[in-house]
C-alpha cells in the first residue's frame, strides 16, 4: 500500500511540475483525493471530504481527527450529508442523508489556484439556529470564479451539538468544536488544494455568524484572519442559553427510557436511532433549548466558550482583525405572521420578562414604555405589523450587532466595514427579511432566475466580499465601486447595499439610541449576563 501511494505523489508531482493548475487529484494528510470539473469547467469541486470521527459510544461528545482514508483513492464526489436536523418540521426536509458520520466539508477552488499560486480561502459555517442546515445547502460558484477558494464545513447540530451537561463527557459546545476541527484540518491541508492557510477569512450568517463571533472571542488558537458577520451575534436573542444539565435525562424520558444519571441517559440516546433522538428535541424544544452556552469547567477538558455573551473579550485575538459585519433591513419581516395568537399577546411585555430578570412591576413599567414608543396607544393587531417588525428586529438583531460593533471596536478591530442591506425585488415589500442576501451571494435557489437588477446587485456584493477576502478591503481603489469607509468609534459610517449603493450614518439611530439608554439602565439584568432581581 505504501509504495502505491508513493507512486501515485510522484506522479502527480511530475505532473504539477508540467502544469501548474491544481489538478483534480490532490494528496492530503488522509491520503489522496479526487475531485471533478463543474460542469462550466471553472473550478473544481471536492465534496464530502470526513474532517473528522464522531465517536458511536458518545455521538455528543468530542471528535476525533479522521485517520487515513481505507480506500487508495477518496472519491470526494458527494456533498449531500447532513447531520441530524432538529426541525419543527421535520418532514419538509431531506432525512435521507442525516448521518451521524457527518463531520464532513466540501471544497470548491478556481482553475488558476496552484501551489505556486495559493489563493485566499473563505469558510462559510452554515446558520439554521443550531438545528438544522448543512454545508451542501450552498451554490459558491460566483464567490469561486472572482478567485478564492470556498469551503462549507458540516457541524453537529441539536442533541448532538449542543447539551451542555454537567459531565466531561458533553461540557456544551460540540457543534463549535467541531466547526474548529474543521478549521484545523483546512490550516494543515488547505494548501494541497491551492489555497493559502496564512489568508483564511471565516464567514456565517444567522447562528453562523454566531459560530463566527465565539471563535474570535475564543482563547483557543485563531485559525482565521478576518471575519464576516451576517445577521447573527451571541447576543441574539435565541442564539445562547444558560444550558439545561438536565437536557439528556428530558429527552430520553421523552423516549420512555426513566432515570435521574446523566451518564445512563446519554448511553440509552447514544443507542437510539439519531432520528427518534432529535424528533425527541424538536417535541421538547420549547422547554429544551439547544444553543452555544457558557462550559462548565472540568480538569483535563479545554473549554471553547468560557463566558457569557456579555462578558465575551479576547484584544489579543481581536486587535488588528478584519470585520465586515451587517444585516437586512427588517430581519422579522412576516416573521410575526408564523407565530400562533401573536396579535393576542403583549410581545413587549413577553420579551422583557422572558430575557430580564425585572420584578413584575418595573418589567410592566419598562415593556409600557416600550411599548409606547413604537406603537404609541394602538393596540397590538395587524395595523401596527410593520412596526411590531421593526421592535422585534431591533431586539432580536439590530441592537445587539451595535453593541457587538462598539465592543469590536474598543478591542481594536481593524478594520471594520458595516452594511445595511435593503434591497427588495420588484414586489415593492417594505424591507428586507432574514436571510435575504443569502440569494445574491449563492444564487439561492438559482443565479440563473435573478433578475437583470437582481444580477447587478449580486456582481456587486460577490465583488465586495471577495475583495474583501483577499485584501481586507471590499472596495479597494480599482474596484469601480462606492467607498466603503470603515467605522470607528467616533463614527458608524455604513453602506446600504441597495439598486442606489451609498454611505449613510447611525444605522436606524433613534432607535439603536433608545435601545442604548435601556441597556445602560437594565443590561445588566439580562438572564444571561447574571443572576440579578430587581
Known amino acids: 500500500m505504501e509504495l502505491v501511494l508513493l507512486g501515485i505523489f510522484l506522479l502527480m508531482s ?8 491544481i489538478d483534480p487529484l490532490v494528496f492530503t494528510s488522509q491520503g489522496l483525493v479526487r475531485g471533478q470539473k463543474a460542469t462550466d469547467g471553472d473550478y473544481t469541486t471536492f465534496l464530502g471530504i470526513p474532517y473528522a470521527t464522531v465517536d458511536e459510544n458518545n455521538p455528543f461528545g468530542p471528535a476525533t481527527p479522521h485517520t487515513a482514508f481505507d480506500e487508495i483513492i477518496f472519491r470526494a464526489n458527494d456533498g449531500s450529508a447532513k447531520c441530524p436536523q432538529t426541525d419543527a418540521l421535520p418532514l419538509a426536509r431531506d432525512s435521507d442523508t442525516q448521518t451521524i458520520d457527518c463531520l464532513k466539508l466540501n471544497i470548491y477552488v478556481p482553475n488558476e489556484a496552484s501551489s505556486y499560486n495559493p489563493l485566499p480561502v473563505l469558510v462559510w459555517i452554515h446558520g439554521g439556529v443550531f438545528a438544522f442546515g448543512s454545508a451542501g445547502e450552498y451554490n459558491p460558484r460566483k ?3 472572482q478567485g478564492v477558494v470556498v469551503v462549507t464545513i458540516n457541524y453537529r447540530l441539536g442533541p448532538y451539538g449542543f ?13 463549535l468544536k467541531d466547526q474548529f476541527e474543521a478549521l484545523r484540518w483546512i490550516r494543515n491541508n488547505i494548501g494541497s488544494f491551492g489555497g493559502n492557510p496564512y489568508n483564511v477569512t471565516i464567514a456565517g450568517h444567522s447562528a453562523g455568524a454566531c459560530s463566527v463571533l465565539l ?3 475564543s482563547s483557543k488558537e485563531k485559525l482565521f484572519h478576518k471575519v464576516i458577520v451576517e445577521s447573527g451575534t451571541p447576543q441574539s436573542e435565541g442564539m445562547f442559553i444558560n444550558g439545561d444539565v438536565n437536557a439528556a435525562i428530558k429527552l430520553a424520558e421523552y423516549l420512555l427510557f426513566n432515570t435521574t444519571d446523566t451518564e445512563q441517559a446519554l448511553a440509552f440516546l447514544a443507542s437510539t436511532p439519531h432520528k427518534l433522538v432529535t424528533a425527541a428535541a424538536s417535541a421538547l424544544d420549547f422547554d429544551l433549548k439547544l444553543r452555544p452556552c457558557k462550559e462548565r469547567s472540568f480538569s483535563g477538558i479545554e473549554n471553547l466558550v468560557e463566558d457569557d455573551p456579555y462578558s465575551l473579550s479576547n484584544v489579543r485575538k481581536i486587535t488588528n482583525t478584519p470585520v465586515l ?3 437586512t433591513s427588517k430581519e422579522e419581516k412576516n416573521a410575526i405572521a408564523y407565530r400562533s395568537n401573536y396579535y393576542d399577546t403583549d410581545p413587549f411585555y413577553d420579551k422583557i420578562v422572558n430575557n430580564y430578570n425585572l420584578n413584575n412591576v418595573i418589567a410592566s413599567k419598562v415593556s409600557s414604555m416600550v411599548r409606547h414608543y413604537y406603537i404609541g396607544d394602538k393596540d397590538i393587531s395587524e ?4 412596526e411590531l417588525e421593526d421592535f422585534e428586529s431591533d431586539f432580536i438583531f439590530n441592537h445587539p450587532m451595535q453593541r457587538v460593533i462598539t465592543e469590536l471596536l474598543n478591542e481594536n478591530a481593524n478594520p471594520v ?15 428586507a427579511a432574514h436571510s435575504a442576501e443569502l440569494k445574491y451571494l449563492f444564487g439561492m435557489p438559482d443565479f440563473n432566475e435573478l433578475t437583470e437588477d437582481e444580477k447587478s446587485i449580486s456582481d456587486s456584493m460577490v465583488t465586495m466580499w471577495t475583495n474583501f477576502v483577499k485584501f481586507g478591503n471590499p472596495t479597494p481603489a480599482a474596484s469601480g465601486l462606492v467607498t466603503w469607509i470603515p467605522s470607528t468609534s467616533e463614527s458608524r459610517p455604513y453602506l446600504v447595499i441597495d439598486n442606489n449603493m451609498r454611505m449613510e450614518s447611525r444605522i436606524y439611530k433613534e432607535r439603536m439610541a433608545f435601545w442604548d439608554l435601556f441597556h445602560e439602565n437594565y443590561g445588566s439584568t439580562n438572564v444571561l449576563a447574571r443572576v440579578c432581581k430587581v
Open 215 to 217: 471563535h474570535l472571542y
Open 383 to 386: 395595523e401596527v405589523a410593520s
Open 143 to 145: 464567490l469561486v470564479t
Open 325 to 327: 459585519i451587517g444585516h
Open 417 to 431: 466595514y458595516q452594511y445595511l442591506f435593503s434591497y427588495v425585488d420588484g414586489s415593492q415589500e417594505e424591507g
Open 14 to 21: 511530475f505532473v504539477q511540475s508540467l502544469d501548474l493548475r
Open 163 to 175: 447539551m451542555c451537561l454537567d459531565v466531561p463527557t458533553v461540557p456544551g459546545n460540540q457543534g
